[in-house]
């Protein structure tokens, strides 16, 4: 029986340097084959940031994928799902430091990090989503934009503190300090989360970059312009971006279903 989650997912991404940065640290993975998706953000002088953003976006993928491979054939569990993505990650962090350790031009460089990877079951597919920093996961569904993940930042904890109303918190001088990112300490202590996805989701991964320039609702605005053209999606997001400034690097990755699969016994979409 086929089931209506039982469609493949694609995604397409772009990065672009902005309009005042000199170098781009962003990068972004894509393994369609293993329906994996990476973005990071990178940090630290001279080329230290993008060499942290290569090392995240290359590591995780290779080690998850290779984990995938050597499972048994049923689907793997949620669990294992997010300790291999867990795993992947605190790899990376280990193989950021090493190399920092090894060249003192790169020392103190670091990366912000998120990650999606999908999960089949009988019933449902879901979302594996596993983050370090400020790099976001947001859900588009129904025409409505939501937040999955919450930064590692000084001022998310101030907001929990009830320190610091939400409002302030964007333009406040210190919104961008980190408090967790791959690179600096020995552990990167990943927030990972299983959201159940339904099968007109659109995902969208991005760095700080976008969410500098835009807030949650335009990016929905935006978003809906172009859905379900993912590529669209991310042309319009960056280059909105830049228009509005372009204050740092943009990245963006969009996934969406695979129009190339047919999607059986579905709902009608939701107005």
Not at 23 to 37: R, Y
Not at 71 to 92: C, F, H, K, M, Y
Not at 166 to 175: K, S
Request: with cysteine.
């Amino acid at each position: 029986m086929t089931t209506p989650f039982a469609q493949k997912w694609r995604g397409a991404g772009l990065t672009d340097i902005g309009r005042v940065r000199k170098i781009n640290q962003d990068a972004f993975s894509l393994d369609p084959d293993h329906e994996l998706w990476v973005l990071a953000d990178g940090m630290g002088g001279h080329a230290g940031g993008e060499v942290a953003a290569q090392i995240a976006v290359e590591t995780i993928p290779e080690y998850v994928g290779t984990q995938l491979e050597v499972q048994p054939q049923d689907p793997t569990p949620v669990s294992g799902l997010e300790t291999i993505l867990r795993q992947g990650i605190e790899l990376a962090n280990s193989r950021i430091r090493d190399q920092a350790s090894e060249n003192l031009s790169l020392k103190g460089m670091g990366t912000t990090v998120v990650a999606v990877a999908m999960l089949h079951t009988l019933d449902h597919c879901h979302a594996v989503i596993a983050h370090t920093g400020d790099s976001r996961a947001y859900l588009l569904r129904n025409k409505h934009l939501s937040l999955w993940t919450k930064d590692h930042t000084l001022m998310e904890e101030r907001l929990d503190l009830n320190l610091i109303t939400p409002d302030q918190v964007r333009t406040h001088p210190l919104r961008h300090v980190l408090t967790r990112a791959l690179g600096i300490d020995p552990q990167a202590l990943p927030t990972v989360q299983t959201y159940t996805l339904e099968a007109r989701d659109i995902l969208l991964l991005c760095s700080d970059g976008l969410t500098k320039m835009l807030t949650d609702p335009e990016i929905q605005t935006l978003l809906l312009k172009d859905a379900p053209n993912l590529d669209r999606m991310c042309q319009r997001l960056v280059e909105t971006a830049n228009r509005l400034g372009g204050e740092d690097n943009t990245t963006v990755v969009v996934i969406g279903a695979d129009s190339n699969t047919t999607l059986v016994d579905l709902p009608p979409a939701s107005e």
